[in-house]
């Protein structure tokens, strides 16, 4: 049986950008869907149960579901399945760049008044101040950029080794299962050949190739 993969995009973006990500996991026998949200004026309490339902439905007859979340995509991703083990399909998570940690970038971008906030939308508590710690059961792999071009390079809001968005320790959360960091920048995450090739080794082994090897 073929596993089931669900793309989350980020903030500020739509469905289409994950595009040639989409297409490279099909190359790669997985059966991919993209689920589409408005990152600033949705609800996230209506975005989870959507993506519930949406598992939910894709897991009828025993197949696995993984999630794979660009940015926001990734903490909306933890946050669904956080605390529901038993209720939902069994599958792995990998997170492409997301402040799982929490985002300094964001923090700052909201202080910048009300306009910021507005931007943030209603995933802003989420985006700020992400997560302590993973301690569900379910497997996480982690992806972090490393080459920094990007809005928060600009306006100087990230600090460390950063993908020109988000820093890398901000994705290095407790508890995950893998981590590894690519020589790529937030948006390029998508874009990158050897990004889906570490998905597609995470999704099927539950661990990423490590410097040296791809």
């Not at 799982?100 to 910021?116: D, M, T, V």
């Amino acid at each position: 049986m073929t596993d089931h993969i669900i793309l989350l995009h980020g903030l500020w973006m739509r469905g289409f950008a994950l595009s040639m990500l989409h297409r490279r996991l099909i190359e790669a026998d997985f059966r991919v869907h993209r689920f589409d949200y408005l990152s600033v004026a949705a609800q996230q309490e209506r975005i989870l149960q959507r993506l519930q339902e949406q598992m939910v439905e894709l897991a009828d007859g025993g197949h696995a579901v993984h999630l794979v979340g660009h940015s926001l995509g990734g903490l909306l991703a933890l946050r669904v399945c956080a605390g529901h083990a038993g209720e939902l399909p069994p599958g792995r998570i990998v997170c492409l760049g997301s402040p799982l940690k929490g985002s300094a970038a964001a923090r700052r971008f909201a202080g910048l008044g009300r306009g910021g906030e507005v931007l943030l939308g209603n995933n802003r508590e989420l985006l700020e101040h992400g997560f302590e710690r993973w301690d569900d059961p379910r497997e996480l792999g982690v992806i972090a950029g490393c080459t920094p071009l990007g809005l928060g390079a600009m306006l100087g809001q990230v600090e460390g080794q950063h993908d020109g968005t988000v820093a890398v320790e901000e994705t290095r959360l407790p508890g995950l299962t893998d981590h590894c960091v690519m020589d790529t920048s937030h948006t390029g995450l998508l874009f990158s050949q050897d990004v889906a090739r570490q998905v597609t080794r995470f999704l099927h082994s539950g661990g990423f190739e490590h410097p040296g090897s791809i």
